[in-house]
């Protein structure tokens, strides 16, 4: 946590309350001290330049969360509907494409249960367990690339590719088509991060179009040939003789199980390596002791600080009072997982790195309550086992001599390095 600069904790610390905005990227990318001084003084602090209140406490946070028909998930004008609104060039390229539907994450209950108990099965802890062999030969097939370099962008090399790999095998995509996924992740991840200029909302148009022809092709391809991979159970779903879903709506379920899960476990994975580094006492003491228990407890503090989903909307359905302040109905909010994990008054001393924590699972890095993370065994299981592979041969791990100190992406919703150039000792057996 600390690419955090002078200049960025002093503005954060002095700029009057009301005059400036958690969207700036350089908030975005380093909002440590911001997020400080907003739980004592604003823990609902509406952002001028946006409009959207930003709600920080743990609590707060937590009470939302729970409420979803208060704080509803369906966001009318958010996705790439919302891009072509006022560009004519864009709307022809996203009228070649598939509507946006609202499923998992961004439906409520009780259509969002519905789409979700088509895929709950596949992510359930019972499933995951025959993918352990899969994930851990990937972990190795990553580090064998690189191993002999004593080197590595971490991020690219391991971080990227291995929930990528993962995924992509348990959807059912050719793992020679992994580079097209990893261009089609980037785009949704674009279009998230509300700071594409118009060239940029083109081209992740274009490219989201592309992801839709891709996935329709599979999909009919299931739908003639079903297997047991998660298009088939998308595109073969119908419960209690419900009608299969629409083209749009398993393209909507696709497109989260593919975004939600690649570029979270990325940062996770990438930043945990970066608090080892950052924090050798602890790296010597896991080095000591690899148990399953201090690894569990370095995934969930990793988890905590590096919260990757940091941000999600919410919509109010009605006029609701958070920490004294009232938000009017048809509000946007953000639900500031990320913030509300480094609230001193539910993790003391929340930014330092402590393994031994009490409270270690009570992060809130996969969210509460009904819209709680589809992913989040199949993530603590990537980590867990990409830490132990990782412990085993690569011991020493450091920045790169030649790096310069790795940042953080200003992305609204998501939290997260741009990259991580490291060096390390190969363990020779
Ligand atoms: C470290 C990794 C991950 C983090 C930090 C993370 C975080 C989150 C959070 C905070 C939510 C709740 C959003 C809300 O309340 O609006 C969520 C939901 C979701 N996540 Fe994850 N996630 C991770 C990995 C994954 C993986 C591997 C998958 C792949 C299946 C996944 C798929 C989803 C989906 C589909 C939802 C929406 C569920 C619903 O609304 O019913 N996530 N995730």
Known sequence: MTTETGDMVAFAERCPLGQFSPMHPELLACPYAMNQRLHREAPVYRDPASGIYMISRYDDVVAMAMDHETFSSVMPGVGTGSMAASDPELEAILAEGYPNVSTMLTQDPPLQRRYRKFVDGAFAPASLKALEPFIEATANEL???????????????????????????????????????????????????????DAGRKRVARDIVEFQHYFVTRMNERRQQPTDDILSKVVN????????????????????ILVAGNETTASALTEGIWLLIQHPEQYARIRNDPSDAMIQALVEEVLRISSPSANMFRRTTREVEVAGVRIPAESICFARFAAA????????????????????????????????????????REMKISFRVILNRLDNLRLAADASPPQFAPNALLHGLTGLEIAFDPVRS
């Not at 779903?237 to 989260?256: H, K, R, T, V």
């Not at 031994?356 to 199949?378: I, M, P, S, T, Y």
């Open 143 to 197: 580090i064998d690339r690189f191993i002999e370099r004593g080197r590595c962008e971490f991020l690219e090399e391991f971080g990227v590719p291995l929930p990528l790999t993962v995924i992509a095998s348990q959807i059912g995509v050719p793992l020679e088509d992994l580079p097209q996924l990893r261009k089609w992740t980037n785009a949704f991840i674009g279009n998230l991060s509300g700071q594409l200029d």
């Open 341 to 380: 994990n480094q609230d001193a008054t539910r993790f003391p001393e929340p930014l330092a790195f402590d393994l031994d924590r009490q409270n270690l699972r009570e992060h809130l890095a996969f969210g509460r309550g009904v819209h709680h993370c589809l992913g989040a065994a199949l993530s603590r």
């Open 237 to 256: 779903a119908s419960i209690d003789g419900e009608q299969p879903l629409s083209d749009a709506e398993c393209l909507s379920m696709l497109s989260q």
